[in-house]
C-alpha cells in the first residue's frame, strides 16, 4: 500500500497523472500564456495592496456584527480577483493561477464562515492534488473544461469527473483531489468554502517536506526508494499551479520543460 501510495505521488510530481483518452496530437502549438486579465482591466501596476492586519485585529475583537461592518468601507467590501497588483493569497505557476479570497486576503470575510476562489488554467494547466482540511469545496466550471480526481480516505473509491462550462461537483472535506484543463484553451472555475479559513495543503510539497527516513520508510525501505533520491523528487515537484500532464501536453504541442 505504502509503494502505491508513493507511485500517485510521483505521478503528480511527473505530470502524468490519468487523464481522459486525448485526441490525436495536433500539428498547430498552443503556447501557454500567463494568466489572463479580464478585458477592461489593467494588466499592470505599481505597488501590490496588502490586507491591513490593524483592521483584521480590530474585526477579530468586535463585540457584535454592527461594529464589525462598521470598521468596513464599502471599498473594504469589495474583493478584485483580477487585481494584476495582487501577489498575496495567490497559488503561480507555469499552468496559470488560483486566487483565494479567504479572512487573510480579504478581512470583510471575519466570522462571515465563507471564502471563495477562482482559479485561472492556461492549456492543460493543472492544479496539483491538494487537500483543504477545514472545508468542503464546491468547484463550479464557468469556462473550457476540468477533469477531475478525489479521494476521501483510506478504502473509499477514486471518483472521477469530466466537467463542462456550468458543471460543478463537491470535494468532501479533506478529501484528497486533482482538477487539470484537459483542452488546449484556457479554463476557469470558481471555487467556494462553507468557512472563512479552508486552509490547503499540496500532496506532493508536504509528503516530500517530511525526513528523508520517514520517506523512505513508508515506500517500503531503501529497496523502493534511496534515501538520496528524496532530494532529488523535492526538486522536480513543479510549483502550483503545474504545467500540466502528458497526454495534455503532446495533444497541444505544449513542451514539458
Known sequence: MAIQTLLLLLAATTSTLAAPSPNPPNSTTYPLPPPTVPSGLPSSCTAETLPNPTLFSALTLAP??????????????????ADPCRKFGVAKGLGGNVTRADHATFPAL????????????????FNTPHVHPRA????????????????????????????????????????????????????VFVASFPDEDPGVGQIAQEYFGLN????????????????KD?????????????????????????AKR
Open 64 to 81: 457584535n456584527a454592527v461594529d464589525r461592518f462598521n470598521l468596513l468601507s464599502d471599498n473594504d467590501l469589495v474583493y478584485n480577483f
Open 110 to 125: 471575519t466570522t462571515q464562515r465563507g471564502s471563495l476562489a477562482i482559479g485561472f488554467l492556461g492549456p492543460c494547466g
Open 136 to 187: 468542503a469545496e464546491l468547484n463550479l466550471v464557468i469556462e473550457g473544461q476540468l477533469f477531475a480526481q478525489s479521494v476521501t480516505e483510506n478504502g473509499a473509491r477514486t471518483i472521477s469527473h469530466t466537467l463542462k462550462k456550468y458543471e460543478m461537483t463537491v470535494f468532501p472535506m479533506g478529501a484528497v483531489h486533482t482538477e487539470f484543463n484537459p483542452l488546449c484553451t484556457p479554463s
Open 212 to 227: 528523508k527516513e520517514i520517506v523512505t520508510g513508508s515506500a517500503g525501505g531503501e529497496v523502493s526508494i534511496e534515501g
Open 230 to 254: 528524496v532530494d532529488a523528487f523535492r526538486g522536480l515537484i513543479p510549483d502550483n499551479v503545474a504545467k500540466g500532464v502528458d497526454s495534455c501536453l503532446v495533444k497541444c504541442g505544449i
